[in-house]
C-alpha cells in the first residue's frame, strides 16, 4: 500500500506571495490532518478534513486555509506569506476518525521557505 | 500556549544503556497519549501509545508509563541501540482527531 504523498517536497517562495501544498492519504483512509512543525515549536496543530468538511481548526491565523476532495486528496493554501511561515509543512491520514483512536501516518513533508 | 511540553531537547545515551524520555502535559481532559519517532527528511512514525485509563503500556524494547495525577508520561528505551536514534514526540488528545505534539526531544545513542 502506498504511504501518504505530499507535493511538493521544497518550495521556495517571497513574502506576499501565496501557497497551495498538496497530500495524498493513503488508500482509504478520509481524515487528513495538517501540521506545522517549526524547530523548538513541534508540530503545531493546523486543521483536519473529514469528507470533505474541516472538522477539526487549530489556532492559526486565516492566511490558512484548505479543503478535501470527494477521492480525500487533501490542500491547503496560504496566503500573504510571511517569513515566519517558513517550516516543514506536514499532511497525515488516518482511517475514519470520530469513533475511536485512529493511528495516524504521516508523509514526508514540505518544506516551505519564505524569502 | 503548549499544552505538551518536552523539556529535553535533546538526550545522549550509551548503547546497550537505558533511554528516558519525558513529557508533560496541561489539558487534565487529555485521554490519549502517542509517541512518534522521526527520522531526518521523513515524516513522524507511529511508535507507541496509551490510554488514560492505564498507567503503563510496552511494546518489545519501548514501554510508555503515564502519571495521570502529575500530567507526565516517558518513554522508555530498553536496551537503546544506534537505530533509534532520531528525534522523538510526544502527543495527547482529547478528541479522536486533534492532536497535540511537544516540541520533540532528540535521541542520539551511541555506539
Known amino acids: 500500500k502506498a504511504g501518504v504523498t505530499q507535493t511538493p517536497r521544497y518550495l521556495i517562495k517571497t513574502r506576499g506571495q501565496q501557497v497551495t501544498l498538496s497530500c495524498s492519504p493513503i488508500?482509504?483512509?478520509?481524515?487528513v490532518s495538517w501540521y506545522q512543525q517549526t524547530p523548538g515549536q513541534g508540530l503545531q496543530f493546523l486543521f483536519e478534513?473529514?469528507?470533505?468538511?474541516?472538522?477539526n481548526k487549530g489556532n492559526f491565523p486565516g492566511r490558512f486555509s484548505g479543503r478535501q476532495f470527494s477521492n480525500s486528496r487533501s490542500e491547503m493554501n496560504v496566503s500573504t506569506l510571511e517569513l515566519g511561515d517558513s517550516a516543514l509543512y506536514l499532511c497525515?491520514?488516518?482511517?475514519?476518525?470520530?469513533?475511536?483512536?485512529?493511528?495516524?501516518?504521516f508523509g514526508p513533508g514540505t518544506r516551505l521557505t519564505v524569502l | 500556549d503548549q499544552q505538551v511540553k518536552q523539556n529535553s531537547p535533546s538526550l545522549s545515551v550509551q548503547e546497550g544503556r537505558i533511554s528516558i524520555l519525558n513529557c508533560d502535559y496541561t489539558?487534565?481532559?487529555?485521554?490519549?497519549f502517542l509517541w512518534y519517532k522521526k527520522y531526518p527528511a521523513e515524516g513522524p512514525t507511529f511508535l507507541i501509545s496509551i490510554s488514560s485509563i492505564k498507567d503503563k503500556n510496552e511494546d518489545g524494547r519501548f514501554t510508555v508509563f503515564l502519571n495521570k495525577s502529575a500530567k507526565h508520561l516517558s518513554l522508555h528505551i530498553v536496551p537503546s541501540q544506534p537505530g533509534d536514534s532520531a528525534v522523538y514526540f510526544c502527543?495527547?488528545?482529547?478528541?479522536?482527531?486533534?492532536?497535540?505534539f511537544g516540541s520533540g526531544t532528540k535521541l542520539n545513542v551511541k555506539p
Open positions: 497525515a491520514s488516518s482511517l475514519v476518525g470520530g469513533t475511536d483512536y485512529n493511528e495516524q501516518f
Open positions: 489539558n487534565s481532559m487529555f485521554d490519549y
Open positions: 478534513y473529514f469528507s470533505e468538511t474541516q472538522r
Open positions: 488508500s482509504g483512509h478520509r481524515s
Open positions: 502527543a495527547a488528545s482529547d478528541n479522536f482527531n486533534k492532536f497535540y
